[in-house]
């Protein structure tokens, strides 16, 4: 082993320009901007495909009802399900939508 020491432009030929740091983070952050959009999405499709399937359901099984009471009573329970799954899924459209609608009925009191 020889205690020779590099040249100087060796040593710091591995440093990494200030320049290329920026590049990387502005990479960084648009890519997670692009993945955090990409997840709202899905959030939102997926909301919107248990609202399908809950019409779907409802067309089938309350069809034959002779009364409107039922349905109504399961829509007021499906809509609390979809307040609460738009809430966990962090879907803010349904999620505005059910807080002006629970304002209008506190300001009627």
Known sequence: MSNQKKPVKDQFS???KASDLDQEFSA???LAQQL???RTQQKEERLLWVII???FLDLLFLKECQNWSLPLIVGIFEAAI???LAHKWSV???EL???MVY????KRK
């Open 53 to 55: 399937l809950i019409v």
């Open 103 to 106: 304002q209008s009925f506190q």
């Open 92 to 94: 803010k459209p349904i």
């Open 97 to 99: 939508l059910f807080t």
């Open 82 to 84: 979809i307040f609460v």
């Open 28 to 30: 960084t952050s648009l």
């Open 36 to 38: 955090e959009k990409e």
């Open 14 to 16: 591995s440093v990494v």
